[in-house]
């Protein structure tokens, strides 16, 4: 199973995407630049976080229009395997492959923090090693995560995989960073093969970065990859 | 031709606005007691060259739908007006 990483003017956890793929699940992968316009021999592409030009108009907004974001809807639309964090995961928004919008934090301020999040969906590429209502620890920094969303659009196109949890998997007010409504923190297609969370799992893969829970979001792609086969 | 467009940018009637919030909340404190909401947004003004302005409004509502705003959250509107040469 290939990975491939996009590179976007403004990208800044490629090198931790990368450095996840290679150093610690032990699998081919390569950068993939904007300007792109084919992933080849790419299975699993992950969209990095960052501020993609600038955040400029709106996070994700003109990276949306990237030439690479082509051939990233095509293969979602194969049944190739996407996964966006946190600016990835504005920019799937933008793009329409994923249902809803980002707004500022109801707070107005740049949360940086761990977050605990509640797996409400274990049948989708990403979560399928979790158990259901499992509770990982893992990081957020971002400015735009409040999630909105019609509900209607989001039954129609969405599942709901991840919300902000207390340690012990309540889902309260309290453990809302940011004000996402129903504290939406990650999302995936009704295929489940694209996956879009505001949390960043890739820095939350090695002890000496003070958890592994992370990790889990990719060894089950692995393992989804692995089972299904390429579609 | 040349067109310049005013274009306004404004969130959705019932999208939380915290820009719009906490700006209030600052009027309030510097003695603006009747402030009752602040919604904020975006104006962008841009000048474009069209053969008509039939066609000028048709490219703007694109550019609206297409990337100026997100319809999820976002609703917009814009004025027309044709610009001197040079």
């Given amino acids: 199973m290939r990975f491939g990483v996009v590179v976007f003017p403004g990208s800044n956890c490629e090198r931790d995407c990368f450095h996840l793929v290679d150093q610690v699940l032990g699998r081919p992968v390569r950068y993939v630049w904007h300007q792109d316009t084919a992933l080849e021999r790419v299975d699993c592409v992950i969209l990095p976080g960052g501020f993609s030009y600038g955040d400029y108009l709106r ?34 928004l933008e793009a329409g492959l994923l249902p809803g919008a980002m707004l500022r934090n109801r707070s107005l301020q740049f949360q940086c923090q761990d977050v605990f999040l509640r797996v409400e969906d274990v049948e989708t590429a990403f979560t399928r090693l979790c158990r259901p209502g499992q509770v990982l620890k893992v990081p957020i920094k971002h400015g735009d995560g409040n999630y909105h969303v019609d509900p209607e659009d989001l039954a129609a196109r969405g599942r709901v995989v991840f919300r902000y949890s207390e340690a012990d998997g309540r889902v309260t007010p309290e453990a809302n960073p940011n004000g996402s409504m129903a504290n939406i923190a990650g999302l995936a297609n009704l295929e489940g093969n694209v996956v879009g969370l505001m949390p960043h799992p890739e820095v939350s893969a090695e002890e000496v970065l003070g958890g592994t829970d992370g990790r889990v979001l990719l060894e089950s792609a692995v393992r989804y990859w692995e089972e299904r086969g390429p579609c | 031709m040349r067109w310049r467009a005013r274009v306004w940018v404004t969130l959705r009637a019932g999208v939380l606005d915290p820009q719009g919030a906490a700006t209030r909340s600052a009027l309030v404190s510097l003695g603006f007691t009747g402030v009752q909401t602040v919604r904020a947004g975006k104006f962008l003004e841009l000048e474009l060259v069209a053969a008509s302005r039939e066609e000028a409004d048709r490219q703007v509502a694109d550019m609206c739908r297409r990337l100026l705003a997100n319809p999820v959250t976002e609703d917009f509107r814009y004025e027309l007006e044709g610009c001197q040469e040079g």
């Fill in chain 1, 59 to 92: 996070p994700g907004a003109i990276a949306r229009f990237s030439p690479v974001m082509g051939a990233v809807a095509e293969h979602a639309g194969a049944g190739g395997l996407v996964l966006g964090i946190c600016n990835g995961f504005q920019i799937l």
